[in-house]
């Protein structure tokens, strides 16, 4: 199970009807000010299904610019070029750089002479996107967030959603339910994440999360390497209750999720009253991720910034601000990795007293990467 507080930059914005072209075009896109849920689930639906999985067939390259199946021609952009590649386990780089007359015969070997060949590809606004399974069953994006829904049990509001190329991050919290005033004013809410393919590259997968709402902080955590994501196991369209059966997994994982919430509220705010050494903590911590540099700007936070109290919320709160605003001071600019880092640290730190396995330390460093 994974928790976080969620960041949400305020910079990176796109409403909620932003064309599925400009979507697919930038690299990520957020929508965190969506009208409601079921208006979320409808746009996230009609950007699932602009997408189209053609039946495996024979395929050719047009250069290394297009290829032709089914008597059509379909685009191959970079982006569709490196995921190609991918597919096909080439490596892209070397790839791009042989000429065409190498190229091509290499990359049509793959796609027709190999395993791949039985795959399907999806296509987006006649562009390639990539290789799926068609024997598998694939839920819709409107299934696995009305499963969720189901779950949880409760009427349920955005907290954000995440756009990628072919899936979507969606952030979910329940209506008047799972909150906690860590100090006065200072208000966390606990909630899902419900990551979802698109195109079926991936199972669904389920994690639990924390939004604190006094600055919109940021903090991730990982229990522990051993325990793997809350994902559902794709089925063969072969078996005949293949989707009440993955339904029903996610809907089993969500409730779990969504269960174990309460508890690392409790945690949380037990951070405010446990006294530490502060600076001490900040240095040891960020040593072990290899952040010492960024000891002067989590200090600055802390007193500055923060109450300077030697309490263990401060130190995450610390961690946390400098993951979100960056240098107190505007003199310094934080790396997107220190910051996704920082974010990690603030996390294992609050909930370190609920559960902390021995390696988490380093756990959290390479998870934010």
């Known amino acids: 199970m994974s928790t976080a507080i969620v960041r949400r930059p305020p910079a990176i914005r796109a409403a909620i009807a932003t064309p599925i072209r400009a979507a697919i075009d930038a690299a990520e896109s957020v929508i965190d000010e969506a009208p409601s849920f079921d208006q979320c689930v409808q746009e996230l639906q009609r950007r699932e299904d602009a997408f189209i999985r053609h039946r495996p067939g024979t395929v050719s390259l047009i250069g290394t610019d297009a290829l032709e199946m089914e008597g059509r021609r379909v685009e191959l952009e970079p982006l569709g070029l490196q ?59 409107s299934q696995a967030l009305a499963t969720v829904q189901e779950a949880v049990d409760a009427d349920l509001e955005l907290a954000g959603v995440r756009l990628g190329h072919t899936g979507a991050r969606v952030q979910l919290l329940a209506v008047n339910r799972s909150t906690r005033e860590v100090t006065p004013g200072d208000v966390v809410r606990a909630g899902l994440e419900v990551s979802h393919s698109f195109v079926g590259e991936e199972a669904t997968i389920v994690r639990g999360f924390v939004l604190r709402l006094v600055c919109r902080n940021g903090m991730t955590h990982r229990l ?14 072969e078996n005949p209750q293949a989707e009440e059966l993955q339904l029903e997994q996610l809907r089993r994982l969500a409730g779990s999720e969504w269960a174990g919430l309460e508890a690392r509220l409790d945690a949380l705010q037990r951070t405010h009253d446990r006294e530490i050494d502060v600076e001490q903590l900040l240095e040891r911590w960020l040593s072990r991720a290899r952040l010492s540099r960024m000891m002067r700007l989590a200090r600055v936070a802390w ?45 294992v730190l609050a909930f370190q007293d609920h559960h902390l396995c021995p390696a988490c330390g380093h756990i959290a460093a390479s998870e934010a990467a």
């Open 224 to 237: 522990c390497t051993a325990k793997k994501p809350a994902r559902t196991r794709r089925l063969s369209r």
């Open 303 to 347: 007193q500055l910034r923060g109450t300077g109290a030697n309490t263990m919320w401060e130190a995450v709160n610390a961690l946390t601000w400098v993951a979100t605003h960056g240098d107190p001071d505007g003199e310094t600019e934080v790396p997107d990795q220190a910051r996704r880092t920082l974010a990690a640290l603030g996390g």
């Open 83 to 141: 995921r190609l590649c991918r597919h096909a386990g080439a490596p892209g780089a070397y790839v791009r750089k042989l000429p065409d007359s190498a190229a091509v015969p290499l990359l049509e070997y793959h796609l027709n002479d190999t395993p791949l060949r039985t795959k399907s590809i999806v296509t987006l606004d006649g562009t390639y996107v990539g290789h799926v399974d068609p024997n598998l069953l694939y839920l819709s994006v």
